[in-house]
């Protein structure tokens, strides 16, 4: 037997919220000579579920920057050392994937003996036929797309994707009714999850997720209808709702057919993610408000004129006429994500918002408020931007809380927000504190006294304009379809909307 061990570095709770380690046990379940078990971090967060040394194999599963050095302590507690280089031919081969690590698996690099670029789906049966023929000969991975070798030396690496979603809509599914039977006090509960779309047609300019996401795959509409048919007929029980997961479902051409399937023929409560204004209209709202949603999340993200720029074309008219037509649909609350602290934002810009959130509060409904700093991003065509300082987001942030037109209020802590810029954004020197960081408590003192002693990495990769004819660190990371020329051209496009003038270099 090959003992693999599928790592989340979180608790359980957490861990098991994420469709991705269900995803990889399912798809390392069927091979007969693999015994696959999940190791999370214990609830004192100093401890594991299970020694990572006991295995062949270890996959984490990396969905959130900041957890990189709980990779290292969940191997350091091992008694495994966190760097490839001091490891032998007796301990586990360490791989590591997730969104985080395709975007830039620079900071990680020193630690992973194989960093997977692209889908599960793909990726973990080819890594698995590979191990039985060539087992912990890491130089037998370097060829295959989506398989990238730091000890090898940066090699340009395409993103592997999965053409069609039929196979993952299945084991999504299947996962989330297990899920939902096995005790698991999780967000899922009965829920099936529904994975609609993969990839965004969007663009937003600042939306990585959109960007790594690609090319965009939509789940054939009918075999969702199938596969819900199946169980629901089976027994109410097993499912009592449906979750429909995808960056942007409202963008699915199937999306009103698959709404009212659900809803009006099944009868089925339905939840969706934050929605794209200007992809919704009454009846599309009048479905989700059918299928039992309660609070609807959009996304203006900034002042009219940054909300354009950045490739968010619709207006604050527009934004007031949902708000209506949500009310009018019986929705009482509603949830609005801004972004401050964006390249070429001016007082004027925060003034907007406030009109904005003015108006929409005069129409009589509950809004919660989250208020996040922008943190420049990988394979986006902001890429070469510096993030805002903490003057200019904290003042910002304040102007927003004070208004109190809302019922919460909420924003991304700035030091987490600096520490994940750093780790996104860095090289593999950036490795060193990752390292560091993991023998500290991680809690916000260490990260300050961290940022302090790397203050030369936070200036270099956060706080600084990249040449455009640079290499980024993460340049050798290929994401089809998008090619660097092409995110210059709307990098230069949004400078000029929002008067940022540069030398090209
Ligand atoms: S619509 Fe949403 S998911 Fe799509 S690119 Fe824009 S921000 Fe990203």
Known sequence: MIKVAIAYPSSIRVALQSLSVHIIRKLLSEYPNVYADFVFIGNNGQSITKSLKDFDVVIFSVHYELDYPRILKMMEISGINPYSSQRGINDPLIVMGGPTLIANPEPMAPFADIILIGDAEV???????????????????????????????????????????SYSIKLIHDTAIELGLSNVKSVFSHS???EVMRGCPRGCLFCMEGFIGRPVRYANINSIKNIVLRDANKDKKIINGVSLMGLSVTDHPGFKDLMDFLVNNLGLSVSVPSLRVDSLD???IK????????????????????RRALGKGFSDDDIASIVISAMNAGIDHMKLYFMVGLPGETNDDVESIINLLLRLKRLGIKYSLSVN?????????????????DDVINSRVKVLEDLRTYIEFSTYNILDAKVQALLSL??????????EA???????????RLLRKYENLLNKYVYSWKPL?????????????????SLKVLLLRYLKEVNISISIN
Do not use: C
């Not at 059918?290 to 609807?296: E, F, I, S």
């Open 282 to 284: 009454e009846d599309t």
């Open 438 to 448: 993991s023998l500290t408590g991680l809690d916000r003192g260490s990260w300050r």
């Open 287 to 306: 479905l989700i408000v059918r299928g039992g949603q309660k609070v609807l999340t959009i996304a203006p993200e900034s002042s009219e004129r940054l």
């Open 373 to 389: 700093p922008w943190i420049p991003k990988p394979h986006t065509p902001l890429q070469w931007l510096p993030m805002a300082s």
């Open 192 to 194: 099936a999850i529904l």
């Open 123 to 165: 990726l973990i049966p080819k890594f698995m036929e590979h191990y039985m023929e060539y087992g912990k000969d890491i130089e037998e991975y370097v060829n295959l797309t989506g398989f990238y070798i730091p000890s090898l030396g940066k090699h340009i690496v395409s993103k592997a994707f999965a053409k069609d979603l």
């Open 469 to 485: 004819n640079s290499e980024l660190p993460w340049s050798h990371i290929r994401i089809p379809g998008i090619e660097e020329q």
């Open 426 to 435: 860095g090289d593999r020197d950036v490795g060193d504190l990752v390292f």
